[in-house]
């Protein structure tokens, strides 16, 4: 899956988007000016495996979503209603987070097989930080700079998103 772009383009309009993964399953989601806090499954089975989802918002109500790459954009399909989302023109770069030294983001859909580092650890460039199983490959994660973990966002066996930030350093 695509990461979703940090400005999306629906009909005519143009809307900020950015999204914190505060623990395991919630979410504080930005659209714009508004602030939302959902906590957010994976359905089970076949059904979460190909991009479906549940979430609760705010109210408490319980929406079902899925959500598939199509082309340049994404179809989001919550409780019904399908949605196609496309970059808008500040967003056409895309993810940039991934090239971020501070911040080391999942580079696709997996699970951590292992985290290296702790808060406050110091690391050199190059070092291991997390090890991603995807694709039935370990992936190693590392520092594209020396400098401070300051932040780990993931554990060990947990199932992250393409995107997902998983640790931040501060940057010597």
């Not at 939302?36 to 994976?42: C, F, G, H, S, Y």
Request: with cysteine.
């Amino acid at each position: 899956m695509k990461p979703l772009p940090r400005i999306l383009k629906l009909d005519d309009s143009e809307l900020q988007v950015s999204s914190t993964r505060k623990n395991d399953g919630i979410y504080s989601v930005h659209l714009g000016d508004e602030q939302l806090e959902i906590t957010a499954t994976r359905l089970p089975g076949d059904a979460g495996r190909q991009g479906g989802f549940s979430f609760v918002d705010d109210s408490g109500a319980k929406h079902h979503a899925w959500v598939t790459s199509c082309g340049d954009a994404l179809q989001v399909r919550v409780d019904g209603h399908t949605f196609l989302l496309h970059p808008g023109e500040a967003g056409t770069d895309r993810d940039t987070t991934t090239e971020d030294p501070e911040r080391v983001v999942a580079p696709m859909t997996g699970t951590i097989m292992r985290v290296c580092v702790t808060p406050g650890q110091q690391v050199e460039e190059g070092a291991d930080l997390i090890v991603l199983s995807a694709m039935k490959m370990e992936h190693k994660l590392r520092a594209l700079a020396s400098g401070t973990v300051s932040e780990v966002l993931c554990n060990d066996g947990q199932t992250v998103d393409a995107g997902s930030v998983l640790v931040r350093l501060v940057v010597d």
